[in-house]
């Protein structure tokens, strides 16, 4: 374990795995039925008619950058934990961009620079669960971004019906291809101004679970 470590630290097999990662997620999404399935209120910020903070749990991440909205530029918050370098790398094959930090290490210089780039018109992705749980509960950073810049959080997911359930903390869900996927993504929930972090965090959290239900329950008859 120790040197499969130090080896995915080396450059240039990082490099090489983040590209074999980005073709499989293609490859994946590409061989795949596809549905989206977004609230009429989400569409003027899928078409990039308007910005905001996009919101996916941890396990639902591996097909979120293929649903990228044009126009504006999205910035990633990643972790800044062994696998976070990984992770910007294989991001950057979708032409999105990392700002490095989260709410434990790293947060304030993340939310300031999240608070700049929400100023100039781009658009934001966050796990609010991530990087170590507990699994789909948010935390209250995603709100504290949202509510300092006056913008509206976007829950986002997906689901598959190909798809490989790990036993991790965020119970990973790894879509596989030649399946049905449906890519959802809810009403844009803004912080309200009278009402609390926490009864905000709770609300975006809701309804990212019931998002979550939802792209679950999509293809059972």
Same mark, same amino acid.
């Given at each position: 374990?120790?040197?499969?470590?130090?080896?995915?630290?080396?450059?240039?097999?990082?490099?090489?795995?983040?590209?074999?990662?980005?073709?499989?997620?293609?490859?994946?999404?590409?061989?795949?039925?596809?549905?989206?399935?977004?609230?009429?209120?989400?569409?003027?910020?899928?078409?990039?008619?308007?910005?905001?903070?996009?919101?996916?749990?941890?396990?639902?991440?591996?097909?979120?950058?293929?649903?990228?909205?044009?126009?504006?530029?999205?910035?990633?918050?990643?972790?800044?934990?062994?696998?976070?370098?990984?992770?910007?790398?294989?991001?950057?094959?979708?032409?999105?961009?990392?700002?490095?930090?989260?709410?434990?290490?790293?947060?304030?210089?993340?939310?300031?620079?999240?608070?700049?780039?929400?100023?100039?018109?781009?658009?934001?992705?966050?796990?609010? &669960?991530?990087? =170590?749980?507990?699994?789909? @509960? $948010?935390?209250?950073?995603? #709100?504290?971004? +949202?509510?300092? !810049?006056? *913008?509206?959080?976007?829950?986002?997911?997906?689901?598959?019906?190909?798809?490989?359930?790990?036993?991790?903390?965020?119970?990973?869900?790894?879509?596989?291809?030649?399946?049905?996927?449906?890519?959802?993504?809810?009403?844009?929930?803004?912080?309200?101004?009278?009402?609390?972090? &926490?009864?905000? =965090?709770?609300?975006?959290? @809701? $309804?990212?679970?019931?998002? #979550?239900?939802? +792209?679950?329950? !999509?293809? *059972?008859?």
């Amino acid at each position: 374990m120790a040197l499969s470590k130090r080896i995915l630290k080396h450059p240039a097999t990082q490099a090489i795995l983040a590209f074999l990662l980005a073709s499989f997620i293609r490859f994946v999404y590409y061989t795949s039925r596809r549905q989206f399935r977004f609230h009429d209120d989400a569409m003027p910020y899928m078409r990039g008619e308007r910005n905001g903070v996009f919101a996916f749990w941890h396990g639902r991440m591996m097909l979120c950058p293929t649903i990228c909205p044009p126009k504006r530029q999205m910035h990633v918050l990643i972790s800044l934990h062994r696998d976070g370098t990984l992770i910007s790398t294989v991001i950057s094959h979708f032409n999105q961009l990392t700002v490095s930090g989260s709410t434990s290490r790293g947060g304030k210089e993340a939310v300031l620079e999240m608070l700049r780039l929400l100023k100039v018109g781009d658009n934001i992705s966050i796990t609010p &669960d991530g990087p =170590r749980g507990p699994n789909q @509960q $948010a935390s209250l950073g995603v #709100v504290t971004v +949202a509510r300092l !810049a006056n *913008v509206p959080i976007l829950p986002v997911t997906f689901s598959s019906t190909r798809a490989k359930r790990f036993k991790s903390w965020d119970r990973f869900m790894l879509a596989l291809p030649f399946g049905r996927i449906v890519f959802c993504v809810g009403a844009p929930i803004m912080v309200e101004e009278q009402a609390g972090d &926490d009864e905000m =965090r709770l609300r975006v959290e @809701q $309804a990212m679970n019931h998002l #979550v239900e939802t +792209a679950d329950s !999509a293809f *059972v008859k």
